[in-house]
Structure formats: C-alpha cells, structure tokens
C-alpha cells in the first residue's frame, strides 16, 4: 500500500509515500525496544549531548531541511525556515531543562524519607500530522527522549522526505541506534503496534475522528495517551483594544500556513461598538496579503496542502454564505494548478453557521459580533472544541475574563502560540493531556513514590 505524495502548488505528482512490511515493523519496535535497555540508564547530560547535537544539525542544515515541507505540503518557505529553527529551539530547551523539571519531589510522610521520583516508561508512539512536519515532531521527540523514553515515530504518509529527514538527523549525529526512529504505517498497522506490549504510550496530534479511535484503543490496553485535536480557536475583541495591534494579530494568526494551524485565531468575535471599525481593518490587511507559490520569499500564504482539504473548506464557506453571511473578500475556488484558496473574509457570521461550529482548516477569516464581553464570551465558549482562545481588553480585565474561557490555553493582547516553555493542549474535544513546558515531560514518565524507613 502506498499514498501519491502531490505538490500542492502544481498538483504534479512527487513519489509515492512507502510504508513498512510487517516484517519491517517488527524490525523497528526490536530496536526501539533494545535501544530503550540502554538509554533509560543515560544521564541527564548523555541525552542533552544527543539532543544538542541534533539541534545544532537543524540550524546547519536549515536550507535543506526548510525546502521539504514547501515541497510536499505548501508551506511559505519562510515559515518552512522558522518550523525547522523553532524545533532545533524545542530540543535545545528541554536538553537544558529536562533534568530541572524531573527533579524528585519530596513529600512528608512517616518515612524517615519519603519522596517522587519521574522514570521513563519505554517506547512512546508519536502519530503526526502534515502541517508542522517538524515542530510536532520535536514536541512529542524531544521532552519523551529526556525523560529516557525512545520514540517510533508514525507521521503523515504525506510528507514522507521530512519524516525520514527527521529520523535520519538523529542518525547523522551519532545519536544511539533506534532511540528515535520513522515508522511509515497505513491505518491498518497502527492498531498493531499500539498494542504491541513493546509500546507503552501514545502521543497524537490530529483529528477528533483520529483521536477517539486511538484512545480507544491505548485506553483498552491501559496505555496513557496525550491527543492535541485541533479546535475553533475564539478571539475576543473587546471595545477598549489596540484595535491596529488587534488587527495586526489576527491576521498573522490566521493565516499562517495558509491558515492550516490548530492554533490559528478562527472565530474573531468582536464587541458590536468596534464591530464595523475592526472589520474594515481586517479587510484592508487581509487583502494585502500575496498568494502564490511557496518557494517565492514573497509569498504570504500558499496552498492548501490537498485538494481534499479545500473543497471541504470551500463547502464551509459556501453553506455559511448560503445561511447568510456576507462574503467580503475570495470565497471562490481559483482556476489553475495547485490547491490555492484565496484570502476569504465572511463577516456577521451567527451562532450555528458552518464555519462558526466546524473548524476551519485553511485561510477563511470568520467575524462574529457580539454586544458585549458577556455574550463574547458565551459565543467562545459555544463550541464543541476548547484549545485556545485569544482576548484583545485592558489586561487586568483580560485575564480575569480567561478565567471563564473553556479553552487550554489564553494569549491576551498577544498572539496564540506554541512556546518549549510553556504548556500547550486543549480540553473537551481539543484533546486530553499537555505537551510542553514542564508538564509536557511529565506526560510520559512513572511518578515513582519511594518510602524509606
């Protein structure tokens, strides 16, 4: 079984993505398991070296490592530039803070001496997406690895070159054979493995359909999961914002990997008193913006990474116009090569409209007005998903509001990211569980309690 790997700035066909044998399989969770013996037993600074080096590889080879994923999924390459340098940063923060936030806790007890210890477990799963192939990569690789963990790594079977480039970098610095390993499966194979008793966790990053039946089956076996789900991330407008700031913000938010982003601003919910003022501000950026190929520096959004992807973005923005939005900008499906969606902008989006229940999954901008911060926040919170949220007030008032956002995480007056530093995961169908910061590392480690009499 193998999948077209598609340009999607031409539509032209680049390989077809293998998959590995069952014979191949087996190869491959032996030496994850074999590596594991000998890895759980390094120090703190043998696996820093490791992590270091790898990082150091990455921003050496920046200019080769960049072109792969506007090659095979469309990102703009000077985004492709900053996933690859963002990553090297992800293994470089937690090879100099894995050993801090694994420290043991002690607790008082009756013990003359009681406390946690943090062990790793074994070979952890990582099923990736396309549209960071680098980033989650190394936000499921790099904390699980300090930890002592070693990880099989399941990503999109379209992006085949950037997976095996992420494994073979491990491999170009010495890294120990097998701690980190690419493992190209159909759907077929995933149950296997994640039965397999040589693997003890499982991290994904995808779908809420994707996410269910993984935890399904992790959750049958008794094997902790960590699930990032995506989400219709809400940013709130408020009356008293930087509204040029605000506007800024949200239409780099939106739009980033031609709006392709979990993370990405997609319902922008504005206090009817700014309502019309911010709206024009959207516009007038939004339209500024270059569509075109990937591989040009001055290309802001590119394609969709499939064309599957954006017909059912372009059936979102029709069936929204249809229950009566108005369409301010694109909306139309382009002539020509390549799965290009131009910028769109629907504006008076209401509760229950497609694109305000549906994540939008690509560069359509949804605006929604509500008549003050109390029903923005109801209409936030009216969502079946719960990543992130942003919120654009005086900052005080802002983070008091966060407190009543059912979301994971809040920027306020800022720009939703992802951070080594800080926690990233959603709650209801967003997913379960953290990746990053501190709490990332602790997803996939034993909390050994020692009692000493």
């Not at 991290?203 to 994707?210: D, F, I, R, V, Y």
């Not at 938010?253 to 031609?258: K, L």
């Not at 993370?263 to 504005?270: D, P």
């Not at 190929?293 to 372009?314: F, I, Y």
Request: glycine share 8%; charged share 20%; proline share 5%.
């Amino acid at each position: 079984m193998t999948v077209p790997v598609i340009n999607p700035a031409t539509g032209e066909k680049l390989q077809d993505s293998p998959v590995l044998n069952a014979a191949a399989q087996e190869v491959t969770l032996v030496r994850a398991r074999e590596a594991y013996n000998s890895w759980k037993l390094t120090s703190y600074a043998e696996r820093a070296e490791v992590l270091k080096a790898v990082a150091a590889k990455m921003r050496e080879d920046v200019e080769t490592l960049a072109p792969l994923m506007t090659l095979e999924m469309g990102k703009p390459i000077k985004e492709a530039r900053s996933e690859v340098l963002k990553s090297a940063w992800c293994a470089e923060h937690y090879a100099e803070q894995a050993e801090a936030y694994l420290s043991s806790l002690t607790l008082e007890s009756d013990a003359s001496h009681s406390y946690v210890q943090y062990l790793p477990l074994g070979t952890v799963l990582g099923i990736l997406p396309w549209n960071a192939p680098f980033w989650l990569a190394f936000r499921f690789c790099a904390p699980a690895l300090m930890a002592g963990n070693t990880c099989l790594m399941k990503h999109d079977l379209h992006v085949p070159a950037s997976a095996q480039a992420i494994a073979d970098l491990f491999d170009q610095v010495g890294a120990p054979a097998g701690i980190m390993q690419n493992m190209p499966m159909d759907n077929a194979a995933i149950e296997r493995v994640i039965r397999d008793p040589r693997v003890q966790a499982v991290s994904l990053t995808g779908s809420e359909k994707a996410g269910s039946a993984v935890a399904a089956i992790a959750g049958s076996e008794i094997k902790p999961v960590v699930l990032e789900l995506g989400g219709s991330d809400a940013c709130i407008v408020l009356a008293d914002a930087d509204l040029e700031k605000a506007a800024d913000t949200i239409t780099l938010s939106r739009i980033i990997n031609a709006g392709q982003s979990c993370i990405a601003a997609k319902r922008i919910i504005v206090e009817a008193a700014v309502y019309d003022q911010l709206l024009a501000m959207l516009k007038e950026r939004l339209a500024r913006l270059k569509l075109g190929d990937p591989a040009e520096e001055s290309t802001d959004v590119g394609p969709m990474a499939r064309d599957d992807l954006r017909q059912n973005l372009h059936r979102q923005v029709t069936e929204t116009v249809a229950a009566g939005a108005r369409c301010l900008l694109g909306g139309e499906l382009p002539e020509g090569a390549g799965f290009f969606y131009p910028v769109t902008l629907l504006a008076d989006v209401k509760p229950g409209m497609t694109a305000a229940v549906e994540e939008t999954f690509g560069p359509v901008a949804v605006v929604m007005k509500a008549a003050d911060a109390d029903e923005a926040i109801a209409m936030a919170n009216d969502s079946r998903y719960g990543l992130a949220a942003g919120v654009w007030t005086e900052r005080h008032r802002g983070e008091q509001l966060a407190r009543r956002l059912e979301v994971g995480q809040v920027a306020v007056n800022g720009i939703v990211k992802t951070d080594p530093r800080l926690p990233s995961g959603g709650i209801k169908c967003s997913g379960l569980g953290r990746e990053l910061g501190p709490q990332g590392i602790h997803e996939f480690v034993n909390a050994q309690q020692i009692w000493l009499g």
